[in-house]
């Protein structure tokens, strides 16, 4: 029966910590800081490096406690997890930084004329 409880436990506490960076990401994107959105870095703004961020870590919280990972070996682990933040990590950058210059461009070619 205890055993049964603290599974319970667990699964109250991690979808607490899930709903919790949810509700953070949430509130970000409705007020959207102008300091965080307005500030370019590595080709975007700091709020959407924090999504991503808040997104790799609600993936990897999930993965840990709902796909066992917690159970498994180290190396084991690590194989599964580090390639797909990394991949991740590398896709992000270069959808951000290659989808902002496609923008530049596009805004060198647009000129919008309300005369």
Same mark, same amino acid.
């Given at each position: 029966?205890?055993?049964?409880?603290?599974?319970? &436990? %667990?699964?109250?506490?991690?979808?607490?910590?899930? +709903?919790?960076?949810?509700?953070?990401?949430? *509130? !970000?994107? @409705? /007020? $959207?800081?102008? &300091? %965080?959105?307005?500030?370019?870095?590595?080709?975007? +703004?700091?709020?959407?490096?924090?999504?991503? *961020? !808040?997104? @790799? /870590? $609600?993936?990897?919280?999930?993965?840990?406690?709902?796909?066992?990972?917690?159970?498994?070996?180290?190396?084991?682990?690590?194989?599964?997890?580090?390639?797909?933040?990394?991949?991740?990590?590398?896709?992000?950058?270069?959808?951000?930084?290659?989808?902002?210059?496609?923008?530049?461009?596009?805004?060198?070619?647009?000129?919008?004329?309300?005369?």
């Amino acid at each position: 029966m205890s055993h049964a409880k603290s599974h319970t &436990a %667990l699964i109250w506490k991690v979808f607490a910590f899930l +709903s919790l960076i949810t509700i953070v990401e949430v *509130i !970000l994107g @409705i /007020v $959207k800081p102008e &300091a %965080l959105n307005l500030t370019q870095i590595l080709g975007t +703004s700091i709020l959407n490096w924090i999504f991503l *961020i !808040l997104t @790799i /870590v $609600k993936a990897y919280g999930i993965a840990w406690y709902f796909m066992h990972l917690k159970d498994e070996k180290t190396w084991f682990r690590r194989a599964i997890v580090w390639p797909v933040v990394f991949l991740i990590g590398v896709l992000a950058f270069f959808v951000l930084y290659e989808g902002d210059a496609i923008g530049e461009i596009a805004r060198e070619w647009t000129k919008w004329s309300y005369n």
